[in-house]
């Protein structure tokens, strides 16, 4: 079955700290991982990773996929308290546009 | 700016009464998606509209209805809401001249059930 597993599951941390957050997985037909930013309303886009070890890259988010041991990391450095939220990751698998999704890491940044 | 939009934010319905949620869409995508999201965990994919194609879950139940009158909007019908139906509604849409492309989401919107 397919699956994809984000850890840790939640993560305080204070402004200024460096996070990293997991996400694995293990899918059938792997085409792509994106992912998003969930405050309290829908997820918002950050990336999408299709290629391994090219790093993708925005403002003080980036992320890097790895297809060998199948996870993904997105990085966020000196962070801010508006960067508190839940970060999904899902992954696209096979062509029938339907993705597999992660159960979230929630992340409380500190002032 | 081109942009996924749900309608309304918020909505109340009582335990068996119809309730329509509606979605729009600038993008020009051929897909458009409605997923349930309850608290603490993942969206779950209802059903999915490629052009005019259907194609609805294997555990979607009954009780959830789609429709898409043309490219720009879609709905989704609850024909008779219960209580485990209160949740965060998200529509999004995809390009689909490639499966492999992101989905982008609206705002949500957030049933009650009373």
């Known amino acids: 079955e397919d699956k994809v597993v984000q850890s840790p599951l939640s993560l305080v941390v204070h402004e200024g700290d460096t996070v990293t957050l997991n996400c694995s997985y293990e899918v059938t037909n792997f085409r792509s991982l994106l992912w998003y930013k969930q405050e309290k309303k829908a997820p918002t886009f950050l990336f999408m990773l299709?290629?391994s070890g090219i790093e993708k890259k925005s403002g003080r988010l980036s992320s890097i996929l790895d297809k060998k041991e199948l996870f993904s990391i997105l990085n966020i450095t000196a962070t801010q308290t508006g960067d508190s939220a839940i970060y999904l990751c899902a992954a696209n698998a096979g062509n029938n546009r339907k993705l597999i999704w992660g159960l979230g890491t929630s992340l409380a940044v500190n002032p | 700016d081109a942009m996924v939009i749900q309608n309304p934010r918020y909505q109340v319905t009582q335990f068996g009464k119809p309730v329509t949620l509606s979605c729009s869409q600038t993008l020009n995508h051929n897909v458009m998606y409605w997923y349930q999201q309850k608290s603490s965990q993942a969206p779950k994919l209802l059903f999915h509209y490629y052009d005019k194609d259907f194609n609805n879950e294997a555990d979607t139940p009954d009780n959830f209805q789609s429709r898409r009158p043309n490219t720009s909007f879609c709905f989704l019908d609850i024909r008779s809401p219960g209580l485990g139906d209160a949740a965060m509604y998200l529509c999004a849409t995809s390009a689909g001249t490639d499966s492999n492309q992101p989905q982008h989401f609206g705002d949500g919107t957030r049933l009650s059930i009373l």
């Open positions: 299709t290629s």
